[in-house]
């Protein structure tokens, strides 16, 4: 069964970060979690065509207490991206 929960939505700041916190009590460790970037409207604002318009990030979050960085490099045809914790 595919249960689907907002658990935040959020902009980014100038400098292209997002910081957000979750309560520990709202992580599931055996979950897995989306981050959805809607980059077509970054690229929009800048009138530059671009084919990747969405980015999701799909990831788990053993550690509730845990501190999870997923930096995503971003140009207009590709991406790249880790995850540290």
């Known amino acids: ?16 970060r997002l910081s957000q916190s979750i309560e520990p009590a709202m992580i599931d460790p055996d979950a897995t979690y989306e981050l959805l970037f809607d980059v077509g409207r970054y690229w929009a604002a800048r009138n530059m ?12 979050m053993p550690d509730p207490n845990g501190a999870y960085h997923m930096p995503v490099i971003l140009n207009p045809n590709s991406y790249s991206m880790w995850m540290s914790a």
């Open 49 to 60: 065509p671009a084919t990747v318009t969405q980015i999701a990030l799909r990831f788990a």
């Open 1 to 16: 069964l595919d249960t689907r929960v907002v658990a935040f939505h959020a902009q980014m700041d100038d400098g292209g």
